[in-house]
């Protein structure tokens, strides 16, 4: 990590040991497994690799190309190439490839990448997960969220020591591991279906297909909370999170034990143009599906994303006690972490809007 501005540290009790706190620096991300390789040639590599990760978004209308006649009479070979790599993609399992954290190193440089997240800090975190569990909440959602490739990244480098990391496993919508290609990728990356249920094994009992595959038992959940309702609050120049009438994080957090640590990645709405709004018909069949689905477009109305300024701020976890009572959850204790959540998230955003480039962004909380 690169610092961009000078960090501030406090003295706890009266002890000699200085505790790193969040002020409004941010760390460069310096992409150290690729550095061997010329910058040019990272630079293609990220422009087509975040592109193919785009076009994954779109498998559903480009198997619908295939079905007209024409298509197979002009383009006969590109279309049972394609079409045997998506036939192909069913056959490989869905299962985490850890080396796969790394490409998302090749994507700082046109980002540039930073975090609030200072070094010593990012060590006390990863010791401390030792003990205690971990939900990584993510907004916004984005309607291609290149910040879950971000993350995965970051963690695997900055996050992890010799004794832990804190990279667990993720969760997407159901339908997305039925898609071809775009179930691979995910399950490279650890994720698995977002049920309740599906959680909460995972977090409490370790349970993760794509991760349990190479066996590997995870301990913390990273989500991308604001689900199918952010896509649709997707476009440039508006910050939007979806979570003022969702209790279900909160609910798991108190059913697990896991501490909650909110995440606001600037940059993440920034890098398509989206055809459709929150009161869409695209919105409400996506809604009925379980899938987001909508049309986008970048550089030249083509899925060649824009590159923002990405910066990933994370706040300071919240505490949470485990409920150990009988029967459900009581409702103010849920809906008391979740005003404790969305006050995060809002001094979060408030904190860094700034350094992270959006001085005059207002933080809209659906």
């Known amino acids: 990590m690169v610092k961009q501005t000078a960090a501030k540290n406090i003295v706890s009790g009266g002890s000699k040991t200085q505790v790193p706190v969040l002020d409004d620096t941010l760390y460069k991300c310096v992409p150290v497994d690729w550095l061997w390789m010329p910058k040019p040639f990272r630079t293609g590599i990220a422009v087509v690799t975040m592109t193919l990760f785009a076009m994954c978004f779109l498998i559903v209308p480009c198997l619908m190309i295939f079905l007209i006649p024409h298509v197979w009479r002009f383009a006969p070979i590109t279309a049972a190439c394609t079409l045997g790599g998506i036939v192909f993609s069913y056959f490989v399992p869905a299962r985490e490839w850890i080396a796969a954290r790394k490409f998302g190193q090749l994507w700082y440089e046109v980002l540039d990448f930073s975090s609030n997240i200072s070094p010593e800090v990012c060590m006390q975190r990863t010791n401390d997960g030792l003990q205690m569990k971990y939900i990584i909440g993510m907004h916004p959602h984005g309607i291609v969220p290149f910040h879950a490739i971000l993350w995965a990244a970051y963690c695997d480098q900055y996050m992890t020591n010799e004794n832990n990391s804190l990279y667990g496993f993720g969760a997407a919508a159901d339908v997305v591991m039925y898609l071809p290609l775009l179930r691979n990728v995910m399950g490279w990356l650890a994720c698995g279906g977002a049920s309740y249920k599906t959680l909460r094994d995972g977090i409490a009992h370790g349970k993760c297909a794509p991760v349990n595959a190479i066996g590997r038992n995870p301990r913390n959940l990273y989500i991308l909370p604001g689900g199918i309702a952010e896509v649709f609050t997707s476009t440039p120049g508006r ?40 009161d869409s018909v695209f919105s409400r069949a996506s809604r009925k599906f379980k899938a987001g689905m909508t049309v986008f477009w970048g550089y030249f109305g083509l899925p060649i994303p824009f590159f923002p300024k990405v910066t990933i701020t994370i706040a300071d976890p919240i505490e949470v006690t485990k409920w150990e009572g009988e029967g459900r959850i009581p409702q103010e204790q849920v809906e008391a972490l979740h005003a404790k959540y969305v006050a995060s998230i809002q001094e979060l955003f408030d904190r860094y809007k700034v350094a992270a480039g959006y001085p005059n962004s207002v933080l809209e909380i659906e």
């Open 239 to 278: 910050n939007a999170v979806v979570f003022k009438n969702r209790y279900g994080l909160c609910r798991l957090s108190l059913e697990t034990g896991a501490r909650l640590m909110p995440c606001y990645v600037f940059g993440g709405t920034d890098f398509f143009h989206n055809l459709a709004t929150s």
